[in-house]
């Protein structure tokens, strides 16, 4: 079984930042991918940037340039940082752990991105 906890959401300012932070336990290692996803109201899920099992990361159009996902294998945590955000940028952000057979979500943490 594999938990997950989200934090780091909050209100912003457009062009503020954000760090958010997405620590795993339970039986989760550092081969397994991650990466965050966010939901905004009325919105499907949307992948914002993954980390493979190789260390590989992707971004979305939408945050490249913007965001940088990381990893810290020895905390079982992975970060998103989050720069020059836009009102579009709030929503509610997940992150998931591909398991071998399923994938887990955490709980979600909101992002607003408003003045």
């Known amino acids: 079984q594999v938990q997950l906890v989200e934090s780091g959401g909050g209100l912003v300012q457009p062009g503020g930042s954000l760090r958010l932070s997405c620590t795993a336990s339970?039986?989760?290692?550092?081969?397994?991918?991650m990466g965050w996803y966010r939901q905004a109201p009325g919105k499907q899920r949307e992948l914002v940037a993954m980390?493979?099992?190789?260390?590989?990361?992707v971004y979305a159009d939408s945050v490249k340039g913007r965001s940088t996902l990381s990893r810290d294998n020895a905390k079982n945590t992975m970060y998103l940082q989050m720069n020059s955000l836009k009102p579009e940028d709030t929503a509610v952000y997940y992150c998931?752990?591909?398991?071998?057979?399923?994938?887990?979500w955490g709980q979600g943490t909101q992002v607003t991105v408003s003045s």
């Open positions: 980390i493979t099992g190789g260390g590989n990361i």
């Open positions: 998931k752990v591909f398991g071998a057979v399923r994938g887990y």
């Open positions: 339970g039986s989760i290692f550092s081969g397994n991918a």
